[in-house]
């Protein structure tokens, strides 16, 4: 914890003199690493941000997962069983989201900044395939995607909490669980001041797949059939050695 | 302690699936069934998607199948040719039922038809186990103890199914009977096994002898023998076309699945085998209950994600 208090110390000094010497640079941030490693033993991690100001005002950070096209189904009822019927499907959804500040947007942002840079979970902007859908139909399944979502914590409606030092030094955790999904996120980092966005920064976070694990999953996407082989051959040597070592006994 | 699983993409307790392998180990060793038709249904209770959770189990039950078909090898209780004629029509089974399957995914209708197989094999397999085992306990206690039940129903009926053509003779099973209905029979329970993620044999067996009329001995061996290519071809299958095959949770349920499997053989040659039926049938019944629960009941959450096209 020190040595990581330690380096806090260090990135933020560098960078408030890069801002100090710059002049020009009114919000400077970081990542304490850009790359989450995914392992064997991974259950979730936090993501030290840090960064500075030039001045008063406040931090919102925004992260969100890699964009993906998605099918929600809605069940219905046939006969005495439910079953899937209707189906929609949206593009370009983000599969991780999650907000941060110093204080309550609302008291910063006005409502149509919040929406702009969709801050907050209900400022989300989504798309539907089917643009001809009804304003009730596509609010039931964006109410229905967000609750999913948040059922698997991969969208957070609270907001995290953004420390500032001094209306200059500003660090969170940012935290992924275990189920987060893999690819370049973008951590959005917005500076308010005097009701508008006086500065923004985006950095990159890559959530990937490391080591065993990793292994396991690109060789069953993409060699399958060499995959199941392999998976086969495991099975029968093991049933082979098992009824051998029992036999013994 | 966590452990990541790669296919399932998901964080599970060690433990947890070392138990539940031991747990169904245990069953399997007990009333000498796969236990396939048990580890299915809770792989997907415990949060593993139903699609892996049946790609996964196929390649467990080829080591489970293998060890078990060793034994009976050496003891003489498999017919090679009923067995490599069961095979055949399996592999095409096996095959037809992968190619559903991904069909099924697509439409967003697969954890349906999973469910609606398991309620309707189970219900009806549970409940002929328990009527059978039960009429036999209660035939016992008004019999003279010292006399035999018979309870195997053996061959010698003569009906249409012995006017079929393609006659083939099994010298092991003392059969002379048209090869179509192994065919059938394999074919059936081969798409079967491929949906459901079992080996089969709980409805292979009894097929066999009530349909086939193959001597009781041969039958497990033989089955045993069918399933572990059949499992084989379907681990093949959903690893190249579903890519659904988690070795890493496969291994941890072989572990468990071996170990609880000894323990189960031991214990089952101490305890009596109706009532050791009319337990395995409360179980089966148990499992389909609360399935067929699950499908009846007002769904939590009406909506669900799909698969995206793949």
Known sequence: MSARLFILALMCAAGLTRAASAQTVPLVADLENHLVAITTGFTGTDVLLFGATDGPGDVVILVRGPGEDITLRRKERFGPIWANAESVELRDVPSFYSVASNGEPEDFASFRLRERYQIGLENLRLTFEDQRLSADVQSEYRDALLRLNQDRNLYNAEIGRVSLLANR??????????????????????????????????????????????????????????????????????????????RRT | ?????????????????????????????????????????????????????????????????????????????????????????????????????????????IELVISLSYVVFLGAIGALMFYESVNVIMRRRRADPSKPVITARGPGRHTWIHGL??????????????????????????????????GGGFVMVPAMIYLLGMPTQVVIGTSLFQIIFVTANTTFLQATVNQTVDVVLAI?????????????????AKLRGEQLRVLLALIV??????????????????????????
């Not at chain 1, 999953?217 to 392999?230: E, I, K, M, R, T």
């Not at chain 2, 017919?79 to 967003?108: E, N």
Request: glycine letters at 16%; charged letters at 10%; one cysteine or more.
């Open chain 1, 169 to 246: 030094l500003f660090r969170t955790e940012l935290h992924f669980p275990a189920n987060v999904p893999t690819g370049i996120y973008f951590v959005e980092i917005y500076l308010f001041r005097n009701g508008d966005v006086a500065s923004a920064e985006i950095v990159p976070l890559s959530i990937s797949k490391i080591g065993i694990g990793a292994e396991v999953y690109d060789f069953a996407h993409n060699l399958g059939p060499l995959y199941g082989l392999v998976a086969i051959i495991i099975a029968v040597l093991a049933g082979w050695a098992a009824e051998a070592a029992f």
């Open chain 2, 1 to 109: 302690m966590q452990i990541y699983l790669p296919i399932a993409e998901m964080s599970v307790n060690i433990f947890l699936i070392l138990g539940m392998g031991g747990a169904v180990g245990l069953l399997s060793g007990l009333f000498g069934v796969g236990g396939g038709f048990l580890m299915t249904p809770l792989l997907i209770f415990v949060g593993v998607p139903p699609a892996v959770a049946v790609g996964t189990e196929a390649n467990q039950i080829v080591a489970s199948s293998v060890s078990g078909g060793l034994v009976h090898w050496r003891r003489g209780n498999v017919d090679l040719r009923m067995g490599a004629v069961l095979t055949v029509g399996g592999l095409v089974g096996s095959g037809v039922g992968v190619a559903l399957f991904s069909v099924l995914r697509g439409l967003g209708q």
């Open chain 2, 165 to 198: 053509p393609f006659k083939m003779r099994f010298r092991k099973s003392k059969l002379y009977i048209s090869a179509l209905l192994p065919l059938g029979v394999g074919f059936l329970v081969g798409i079967l096994a491929a949906i459901m993620g079992v």
């Open chain 2, 252 to 268: 941890l349920l072989l572990i468990g699945g071996v170990l609880g499997a000894q323990v189960g053989a031991r214990l089952g």
């Open chain 2, 285 to 310: 019944l148990g499992v389909c209950l609360r399935l067929a629960f699950d499908l009846v009941a007002t769904p939590a959450e009406m909506f669900s994600f799909g698969d995206a096209g793949g």
